[in-house]
Nanobody, 125 residues
């Protein structure tokens, strides 16, 4: 069983920066090909933020974060990161990392079978 653990959330002022981490573990993790960040604000549906290939070199971003957020990974640590710059109040949400065995439909949360517990990001205006 694969386990994902997020960290790095917190309170930041408008225009500030945060780095989120997602550590993966488990004997079957090598079977997963893509990892992603989603977020969910109160009263809203979970939405795609960014994704990165675990066995291939590619990244994808939601239009709302393109140019402000950067997704990356450290293969030696089985850890994925999300560097968030120029944060806005609209970025306030619980951020989840997830992983999938299917690269296609990477924006669709339904295709991700493993999820972390989430970490709160709050941007004060």
């Amino acid at each position: 069983q694969v386990t994902l653990v997020e960290s790095g959330g917190g309170l930041v002022q408008d225009g500030g920066s945060l780095r989120l981490s997602c550590a993966a573990s488990g004997p079957t993790f090598r079977h997963y090909v893509i990892m992603a960040w989603f977020r969910q604000a109160p009263g809203k549906e979970r939405e795609f933020v960014a994704a990165i290939g675990w066995t291939a070199d590619y990244t994808h971003y939601a239009d709302s974060v393109k140019g402000r957020f950067t997704i990356s990974k450290d293969d030696s640590k089985n850890t994925m990161y999300l560097d968030m710059d120029r944060l806005r109040a609209a970025d306030t949400a619980v951020y989840f990392c997830a992983t999938s065995r299917v690269r296609d439909y990477y924006t669709d949360a339904a295709y991700y079978g493993i999820w972390g517990q989430g970490t709160q990001v709050t941007v004060s205006s």
